[in-house]
């Protein structure tokens, strides 16, 4: 069974950072895609970041130069590093996990607030 968690999410003040962490387990993780997304309220869910089983990632435009996505393998486990965080950054943060071939599994999210 697959099972993707994430955690770390929270208030932070502006300017602040926050490390979010995904664990996709029942999945054969190496093989798999990642991403994140947010959604804020009345927004669509947008990219945030992505990353292939070889290591290329992906930013959206609004957070190039301040997040960083990063995984590792052992873990199974999918990293998100936001630094000097901004208001518009507020939103609840999802884990996509794509098993390349067998399916794409969503995590519950986890809020980021971030306060001015």
């Known amino acids: 069974q697959v099972q993707v968690v994430e955690s770390g999410g929270g208030l932070v003040q502006a300017g602040g950072s926050l490390r979010l962490s995904c664990e996709a387990s029942g999945t054969i993780f190496s093989l798999s895609v990642m991403g994140w997304y947010r959604q804020a309220p009345g927004e669509q869910r947008e990219l945030v970041a992505s990353?292939?089983?070889?290591?290329?990632?992906n930013y959206a435009d609004s957070v190039k130069g301040r997040f960083t996505i990063s995984r590792d393998n052992a873990k199974k486990t999918v990293y998100l590093q936001m630094n000097n965080l901004k208001p518009e950054d507020t939103a609840t943060y999802y884990c996509?996990?794509?098993?390349?071939?067998?399916?794409?599994?969503w995590g519950q999210g986890t809020q980021v607030a971030v306060s001015s």
């Open positions: 990353i292939t089983s070889g290591g290329s990632t």
């Open positions: 996509l996990c794509n098993w390349v071939g067998r399916g794409i599994y």
